[in-house]
């Protein structure tokens, strides 16, 4: 069992920067793909970014491409979300979730591969 944990989240300028971290209880971090959701109200679940289990590969989706940044301390149980040139539009939900995959790969998209979620963590940002 993987217990997920988000924060960073708050209230940020058009343009500002946030960091988001998701922190584990329990099973090590470093046996899952990782990966970074969100959700805007009457808008579904889509995926903002993926890191592999040792961090050599990232995927990110193309509306935060540039923008984002996604990495992982293992060491500290622990995944990043770096958010910069944030835009009214990434007004959300941000979620954290632990996939038991072997590769980040097409399939580490989809939400539904993910095992395990955190809580969430708002992210608004002011226009």
């Known amino acids: 069992q993987v217990q997920l944990v988000e924060s960073g989240g708050g209230l940020v300028q058009n343009g500002g920067s946030l960091r988001l971290s998701c922190a584990a209880n329990?099973?090590?971090?470093?046996?899952?793909?990782m990966g970074w959701f969100r959700q805007a109200p009457g808008k579904e679940r889509e995926f903002v970014a993926g890191?592999?289990?040792?961090?050599?590969?990232?995927d990110y989706a193309a509306s935060v491409m540039g923008r984002f940044t996604i990495s992982r301390d293992n060491a500290k149980n622990t995944v990043y979300l770096q958010m910069n040139s944030l835009k009214p539009e990434d007004t959300a939900v941000y979620y954290c979730?632990?996939?038991?995959?072997?590769?980040?790969?097409?399939?580490?998209?989809?939400?539904?591969?993910?095992?395990?979620w955190g809580q969430g963590t708002q992210v608004t940002v002011s226009s």
């Open positions: 979730a632990a996939a038991a995959a072997s590769y980040l790969g097409p399939n580490t998209t989809k939400g539904e591969q993910y095992n395990y």
């Open positions: 329990g099973r090590t971090l470093s046996s899952y793909v």
């Open positions: 890191i592999s289990r040792t961090a050599e590969r990232t």
